[in-house]
Each structure stands twice: as structure tokens, then as C-alpha cells.
Nanobody, 122 residues
Framework: VQLVESGGGSVQAGGSLRLSCAAS????????MGWFRQAPGKEREGVAA????????YYADSVKGRFTISQDNAKNTWYLQMNRLKPEDSAMYFC?????????????????WGQGTQVTVS
């Protein structure tokens, strides 16, 4: 199983970025696909998740209304559109794959992880 993120970078506050995560070697059709972030000295936190079987989405309060998670089943890829970015959104962002979204905010619920992509908002 391989998860490959792309799309990170540096942006000014108020700007936008879109992260992508492509999965290979994984049964994508009914899974929980998530995005987490980790800033230096802080714990990894759940940002958003999507249950692919029902297209149900979940968000942390801190990003609701600004971030949107979506999926492209045909490409085994999911996305995180981040708008109105704030300096506090700066972190390493990781995509993750798991079986269910029951506790989507917990990193322990996800068995597969990407390598991370840096997002810096100034």
C-alpha cells in the first residue's frame, strides 16, 4: 500500500492550496480516507475525513467552512481544498487510509500513511 501526497507549499494568509493523495495497492471503494496535520511540538491532529462508501465527510471545528475534502474514485485519489488559510494552519499534512470513520480524528484508527507535505502560511 502506498499513499503519495502532493500540493503543499507556501502561501500568504487568506490564500488557498489543494492537497492530493493518491492511493495504490489499497481497496479504496469502502474506506475512510483522512487528512491529519502536525505542527512542530504538537500532536498530530485530524483535519478532515471522508468515508468513500457513502461520500460522508467529517471536519475538525478549526477548519469547518474553510477546508473541503473530496474524492475521485476513478483515480483512487482524495483531496483537501484549503481556503482562507491562516498562519495557524501551517504544519506537515499527512493523508491516511483506514477502514471506518467512526473515530476519524484519531490517528490510531488509520493503518496507512503518506510521507507528508509541508504547508506554510505566512
Amino acid at each position: 500500500v502506498q499513499l503519495v501526497e502532493s500540493g503543499g507549499g507556501s502561501v500568504q494568509a487568506g490564500g488557498s492550496l489543494r492537497l492530493s493523495c493518491a492511493a495504490s495497492g489499497y481497496t479504496y471503494s469502502t474506506s475512510c480516507m483522512g487528512w491529519f496535520r502536525q505542527a512542530p511540538g504538537k500532536e498530530r491532529e485530524g483535519v478532515a475525513a471522508i468515508y468513500t462508501g457513502a461520500n460522508s465527510t467529517y471536519y475538525a471545528d478549526s477548519v469547518k467552512g474553510r477546508f473541503t475534502i473530496s474524492q475521485d474514485n476513478a483515480k483512487n485519489t482524495w483531496y483537501l481544498q484549503m481556503n482562507r488559510l491562516k498562519p495557524e494552519d501551517s504544519a506537515m499534512y499527512f493523508c491516511a487510509a483506514g477502514q471506518t470513520c467512526g473515530n476519524w480524528w484519531k490517528a490510531s484508527e488509520f493503518g496507512y500513511w503518506g510521507q507528508g507535505t509541508q504547508v506554510t502560511v505566512s
